[in-house]
């Protein structure tokens, strides 16, 4: 069966950094286009970042760019996002996915990031 499983959410203070980690399963990890997005209460899920297969290309949305590098270790099946100089609008569930956009056909259960002080 096909899974993904985020970790590394929490609370931090604004400026603050975490990574958050997705552990692949059940599917052929290292061909996909893989990708982190993220929902808050009564808003639509916001793609943030997407990386290819080969992570030969990552790309991010402006409101994170310059502060988020999304990377993978295709040989662990594991997706990584780093986010940096952390601000209280970071705060959401943040999914990984395999696939982006509509073209996303596997989301993982998400994990918390809370930025407060």
């Known amino acids: 069966e096909a899974q993904l499983v985020e970790s590394g959410g929490g609370l931090v203070q604004p400026g603050g950094s975490l990574r958050l980690s997705c552990a692949a399963s059940?599917?052929?990890?290292?061909?996909?286009?893989m990708s982190w997005a993220r929902q808050t209460p009564g808003k639509e899920l916001e793609w943030i970042a997407y990386i290819t297969a080969t992570s030969s290309r990552a790309d991010y949305i402006g409101s994170v760019k310059g502060r988020a590098t999304i990377a993978r270790d295709n040989a662990n099946n594991t997706l990584y996002l780093q986010l940096n100089n952390l601000k209280t609008e970071d705060t959401a569930t943040y999914y990984c996915?395999?696939?982006w956009g509509d073209g996303s056909t596997l989301r993982g259960q998400g994990t918390q990031v809370t930025v407060s002080s």
């Open positions: 059940g599917f052929d990890f290292s061909s996909s286009v």
């Open positions: 996915s395999k696939g």
